[in-house]
């Protein structure tokens, strides 16, 4: 499907999304980004981000840092720039993925929330090398799409909520495309939204080679002290009911 008709798509989304503006998805998204580290000094690419919902809420944290705000649709970035007060540390860009330049070299934060669905999947292998890319050695990858069973429901029952792209992705696929793009999984989970397990929520780190540098010599002693205290007091705890020589 050519870039020019998904463009045009999402276009005429606007009114939809105005529609529905903020909503659950939102807030539930938005406080995991802040469980998972966005902090005020953060910079985040956030691939998709629509009319600015999302945009807006990370802007309220990253009050010190820097977003880079992409989308394929010119209007979504239009209604995005009228909408959002604060845009001192926003950058918005009207391009897809696959074709874009950063203007900024690495981010602590990437996101698609809804948004891999509806790439292609022909594309993912190379989009998830552009993302690699992007990142350094703590960057957080964060993806949030409806899990497969949600996706064929919505098709067969509400054909209306359907946009031009929205594809049934499996977990194994996208953790290979991830994990040769030199990725590795921080953590996966399924949750409910609308309805029950509805969908995946998955983050990904750089792959870090493995060292034998062990975790004890680094530290410091009164960290080892504290350490020790509480390891005793878990091994106390454990030993009431279960046979352990302390």
Known sequence: MMSEEVKQFYDA??????????????????????????????????????????????????????????????ESIAEAKKRIKRQEMINFVIADLTHYESSHREFDFITLMDVLEHIPETDHDELFMKISHLMHGDSVLFISIPTPHSIVYEKLHHPENVQIIDQELRADKLLVRAYHAGLELDFFRTIGIWSTNDYHLIAFKKKIEYSNDRISNKRKFILKAIHRIRQWKEKSLLSRNYRLHL
């Not at 105005?18 to 000094?41: C, D, I, M, P, Y």
């Not at 910079?43 to 999302?54: A, K, N, P, R, T």
């Open 13 to 74: 989304f606007v009114d939809h999304q105005l529609k529905v503006s903020f909503n659950e998805r939102h807030l539930t998204l938005f406080r995991e980004l802040k469980h998972l580290g966005l902090s005020s000094a953060s910079s985040v690419l956030e691939v998709g981000c629509g009319i600015g919902v999302m945009t807006s809420l990370i802007a309220s944290v990253a009050i010190n840092g820097f977003i880079e705000a992409l989308d394929i649709s010119p």
